[in-house]
């Protein structure tokens, strides 16, 4: 379905299972598809919603603004939309960066948080990782036939305009989950863990950035462990 937002946006999202709504946020240059693998066994415990972010998978771009921080104005409107007052968030590198900026600003709508190899700046990405981002960005611009593309992976130079510091304002329960080969510094993934007061570091042996693409299995067990001890 697709759900229109103030500045003629249209953004799709896909809703599945019964219960508390657990929200999903995909990563950069990515769609709701990312979290295939893990729908199947979240939907049968709870109301799964998947979102693209706008000029992300199907959901469209109206607006001038382009950033993270929006993406989670976004989701505000969304839910406000949907009228869903309280639910567990859970995003995937630039979407943890989204779930951290919605957290800070709206404690009292998320239940539970998980945060999956997210970064408050580009100092928590080790060298490579910004090499990397700087070849994709380039690549981006011959992608002619994906002109907003090139724009979509310069996110991923965004620093936070939201400090470690902000971080003490989130209220849910939260789980930080890295893996042991991440992009992510792990020194820079317990800091944020240290900043939110009821947050948890774990860090998965033997995995690199896309735990639950790789391995869907291992993922969505510590997943649902950690919801399920949230209730």
């Not at 993934?189 to 299995?217: C, F, G, T």
Request: include cysteine; aromatic fraction near 12%; glycine fraction near 4%.
């Amino acid at each position: 379905m697709f759900i229109r937002l103030k500045d003629d946006t249209k953004i799709y999202l896909e809703i599945s299972g019964k219960g508390f709504p657990l929200i999903l946020l995909h990563g950069n240059a990515q769609s709701n598809t990312y979290f295939d693998k893990q729908i199947q066994a979240f939907e049968e415990s709870y109301q799964v919603i998947r979102i693209d972010f706008r000029a992300h998978g199907k959901s469209t771009n109206q607006g001038k603004q382009f950033s993270l921080k929006k993406f989670a104005e976004d989701l505000k409107e969304v839910v406000d939309i949907l009228k869903i007052q309280h639910f567990d968030l859970l995003g995937f590198s630039d979407g943890a960066n989204v779930a951290m900026y919605f957290a800070v600003n709206h404690p009292q709508m998320v239940h539970s948080l998980v945060l999956n190899s997210g970064n408050i700046s580009t100092k928590g990405l080790f060298w490579f990782s910004k090499l990397a981002t700087e070849l994709s960005i380039l690549l981006a611009y011959l992608c002619f036939w994906q002109p907003e593309l090139p724009k979509i992976r310069r996110l991923m130079r965004e620093n936070l305009s939201i400090s470690f510091a902000d971080l003490g304002r989130i209220t849910a329960r939260t789980l930080v989950l890295i893996g042991q080969f991440d992009i992510i510094k792990r020194q820079h993934s317990q800091k944020i863990a240290k900043s939110i007061p009821n947050a948890i570091l774990k860090i998965v042996p033997w995995a690199l950035h896309d735990i639950a693409y790789l391995q869907p299995q291992k993922f969505n067990r510590i997943i649902l462990d950690f919801l399920k001890a949230s209730v």
